[in-house]
Structures are given as structure tokens and as C-alpha cells.
């Protein structure tokens, strides 16, 4: 039997196009080669998160405008607190679109969440650490069995979460009981985490600056590592704009945060799980085989690559994450109810994860999606309740942002396919 001979793979011609058009332009040009190579991927279709970023910045300006309170620091404080659950939830939503498949469970996963931690924490006085790791452990066996019944019979992971929807919300219901609510103690370091912990200015700085130095410590262990491989470094000087970027923004931020109540410590904790997530995502071989599996699953079976175990492993991921995010959602309402994970928390999360960049073909997309599409979202949000519009326009509003979204990414893909042919 002779063995599997290399597939030639012509499915993502523009990426190999791409990246022969940025080794020429940046070597030895700095940052005017720079410019050129991201001028060549604007041109190709390879927009990253340039939209939504702008468009970002276009929602702050409007609202701002329609109402002086928006930009306030109490307002952020409030949107950035609001932003922490629902943004991790999107977080695993967009580990799961990476490999070209979609959870509609997470809304009943995350109110599963803080059923679990509102009878065993509250009702049998579990610790409430042994209670969260219950939630978590839950969560996980959730993804596993995703995963088992994708992979093992073909269930699209569309129509087994759907499934899930409906019976881990029975769950939820049967688990908190007749009353249908509890009611979580103020004074745990839960409810506490969620509510009243934000960051002192100078440990909130402290932690920027570390940011801002890990960052710095990345690129450059980048930069030798391409080095060693005989690649273009690109200039040092980026390294050094990013960073100084990254600090001015982040001092300023907190500087104005802090006229108020300034960073939340949940917020924080969002935060640091985008961090984590995108490091193991672009800086693991886990992470480049989740590409590598939802940009082509049969040329990445055939490299090698165990696509069972990444499909299993996203879907994991993915309902922890939602697991979390219940948690969250709990503590910052102090409470555990039948409405926990309901109305809109499926799709304003997938939405944020869309919204944020993240392709729902698979293959394309970071963890800092979730961060950007949720901020979106929840800007949309908070600026119409400041302007005492009710929550159809809201809807109608967010969807007509959905929809712009997957029309620039169908786009986007429709111009690098065209490229990659020429």
C-alpha cells in the first residue's frame, strides 16, 4: 500500500499570493514597506478589522452627538461592565465559527451556568469554589459530547446545539425549581468580583505596563524567530510605534476610567481571556490547526493533523467559555433565574463574534472579534436606552449591523478569491 502522497490545495490561493507580496514589500523597506503591504491587503480584500473598527468609532461619534452623557466616564465604566459576560460568551463563539461550525446552545449553556452555582452554592451550601468548578466541568462534558456526536456520527454540531438549546433549558428550568429564582448572597466574592471590585489607578497601570512590555517581548521573540528561518523581520520601528500606541491609549483610557469608578475587575478578567485565547490561537500549533481545520478540513487531515481532536477541543472551548459567562452574568445580577441565558444571548453573541470579524465560512477571525463585535453591539445598545429608544429599534438596529458585517466578509472573500485566480 503505498502511502498518502502532498494534496495540492487551491482552495485559499490568495493566502501563499499574499504572503509572497508582503515578503517582497517589507523586506529591508520598514515602515514604507509596511504601509505598502497593508495597502496590497486592503486592495485584496484582506480588511481584517478595519471596518468594524471604524465603524466603531463612527457609533461612539453619533451617539456622543445625540447625547453628551454617552462618552461619559460613568457611561463607559457601565458598558465595559456590561460588556464582560456576553463578550466572553462570543469569545467561544468564535473559537467555534474558527473551525466552520456554530453552538446555538450557549444562551441555555451560561443559564445552565448559574443554575448550577445557585442551588449548590446558595441551596447546599457548597464552597463556591467547588461550585464553580461544577458549572465549568458541566459545560465541558456539554462540548465533549458536542463534539463525540459530530464527529463520531455526523450530527451537524447546527442541528445537535439546537437540540441542546431546548434540553439544557428544561435542565435549567427543572434544576432551580418551582421558585425559578435564587437570589445569590451580596456579600460573596462572587456577586463582589461583578459588581463593586474595580482596580486602584496605580495597580490598573502596573498591569497596562506589563501588557505593553509582553507585547514588545512577543514581536521581537517574532522577529528572531523569522530571523533564524532566513525570513523578512519587517522594521523595528513598528515594534516600537505599536507599543507606545498601545501604551498612550491604555494610559489614557484608564486615566479617564478612573474619574469615575475605573476598571472593573470583571472587565478585566474579559479581558485577560481575549489576551490568553489569541496568544494560544496564533502562538500554538493548537491554534494553527484550528485554522488550518476550518479553512480546509481535508488538506489538514491529510498533513496530519487529528481534525477529531480540534473539532472536540473548539467545541469545548466554546461551552466553557459560555459556562463562564453564565457566572458572570449571575453574579453581576446577583441572581439565578429561568431568564438566565435567554432572550437575545444567543444571538447577541454569535452576532459579536461576527460582527467583530470572524467569518462564518470558517478560517478567519481572532479572539480580539469578540472584544470589538460585543463592544459594538453593546455601544448600539446603551446608546439607544440613553436615548429612550425601545427595544425594537434596538433589534432592527443591530441587525442591519449583523447583516453589513457578513456582507463585507462575503465580499472580502469574494475580491481575495478573484485576486488569487488573477
Known amino acids: 500500500m503505498s502511502s498518502a502522497q502532498p494534496v495540492k490545495d487551491n482552495s485559499q490561493p490568495t493566502t501563499v499570493a499574499l504572503d509572497m507580496q508582503d515578503e517582497r514589500l517589507v523586506r529591508g523597506e520598514g515602515i514604507k514597506g509596511a504601509i505598502a503591504g497593508f495597502g496590497t491587503r486592503i486592495r485584496t480584500g484582506d480588511l481584517g478589522s478595519l471596518p468594524i473598527f471604524l465603524g466603531l468609532i463612527l457609533i461612539w461619534i453619533v451617539f456622543q452627538l445625540l447625547n453628551p452623557n454617552f462618552l461619559s466616564a460613568d457611561n463607559l465604566v457601565n458598558l465595559t461592565m456590561q460588556c464582560a459576560a456576553l463578550g466572553t460568551i462570543a469569545l467561544g463563539v468564535v473559537v467555534v465559527l474558527l473551525v466552520a461550525q456554530i453552538d446555538l446552545s450557549i444562551g441555555s449553556l451560561s443559564g445552565l451556568a448559574s443554575a448550577i452555582i445557585g442551588v449548590t452554592f446558595v441551596n447546599l451550601g457548597w464552597p463556591i469554589w467547588l461550585a464553580i468548578l461544577l458549572a465549568l466541568a458541566v459545560g465541558a462534558s456539554i462540548g465533549y459530547l458536542y463534539g463525540f456526536l459530530f464527529t463520531r456520527f455526523g450530527v451537524p454540531t447546527f442541528v445537535v446545539t439546537l437540540a441542546g438549546l431546548l434540553g439544557?433549558?428544561?435542565?435549567?428550568?427543572?434544576?432551580?425549581?418551582?421558585?425559578?429564582?435564587?437570589?445569590?448572597?451580596?456579600?460573596?466574592?462572587?456577586?463582589?468580583?461583578?459588581?463593586?471590585?474595580?482596580?486602584?489607578?496605580?495597580?490598573?497601570?502596573?498591569?497596562?505596563?506589563?501588557?505593553?512590555?509582553?507585547?514588545?517581548?512577543?514581536?521581537?521573540?517574532?522577529?528572531?524567530?523569522?530571523?533564524?528561518?532566513?525570513?523578512?523581520?519587517?522594521?523595528?520601528?513598528?515594534?516600537?510605534?505599536?507599543?507606545?500606541?498601545?501604551?498612550?491609549?491604555?494610559?489614557?483610557?484608564?486615566?479617564?476610567?478612573?474619574?469615575?469608578?475605573?476598571?472593573?475587575?470583571?472587565?478585566?478578567?474579559?479581558?485577560?481571556?481575549?489576551?490568553?485565547?489569541?496568544?494560544?490561537?496564533?502562538?500554538?500549533?493548537?491554534?494553527?490547526?484550528?485554522?488550518?481545520?476550518?479553512?480546509?478540513?481535508e488538506a489538514a487531515r491529510r498533513a496530519g493533523i487529528n481534525v477529531r481532536t480540534i473539532y472536540i477541543s473548539a467545541l469545548m472551548v466554546g461551552t466553557v467559555l459560555a459556562s463562564v459567562g453564565g457566572l458572570m452574568a449571575a453574579a453581576r445580577l446577583t441572581a439565578a433565574s429561568i431568564s438566565s441565558g435567554g432572550g437575545t444571548t444567543n444571538l447577541v453573541a454569535i452576532a459579536a463574534a461576527v460582527i467583530g470579524g470572524t467569518s462564518l465560512f470558517g478560517g478567519r477571525g481572532s479572539a480580539w472579534s469578540a472584544l470589538l463585535g460585543i463592544f459594538v453591539i453593546q455601544s448600539i445598545d446603551n446608546g439607544l436606552t440613553l436615548l429612550s429608544l425601545d427595544s425594537s429599534v434596538r433589534f432592527m438596529v443591530t441587525g442591519a449591523v449583523l447583516l453589513l458585517a457578513v456582507i463585507i466578509d462575503s465580499l472580502s472573500r469574494r475580491s481575495r478569491a478573484q485576486h488569487g485566480q488573477s
Open 168 to 297: 439544557f433549558l428544561g435542565l435549567q428550568l427543572w434544576i432551580l425549581g418551582p421558585t425559578g429564582t435564587i437570589n445569590l448572597p451580596y456579600s460573596s466574592w462572587l456577586v463582589q468580583f461583578a459588581t463593586t471590585w474595580f482596580l486602584p489607578p496605580w495597580l490598573a497601570y502596573l498591569i497596562a505596563g506589563l501588557a505593553v512590555v509582553g507585547i514588545v517581548v512577543t514581536d521581537l521573540m517574532r522577529r528572531s524567530r523569522r530571523s533564524r528561518a532566513g525570513l523578512s523581520t519587517g522594521s523595528l520601528s513598528l515594534v516600537v510605534i505599536k507599543a507606545v500606541v498601545v501604551a498612550v491609549v491604555a494610559a489614557a483610557a484608564i486615566a479617564y476610567l478612573a474619574t469615575n469608578r475605573g476598571v472593573g475587575v470583571m472587565f478585566l478578567t474579559f479581558i485577560a481571556l481575549v489576551a490568553i485565547m489569541a496568544f494560544l490561537l496564533t502562538r500554538t500549533r493548537w491554534g494553527r490547526w484550528i485554522y488550518a481545520v476550518g479553512g480546509n478540513e
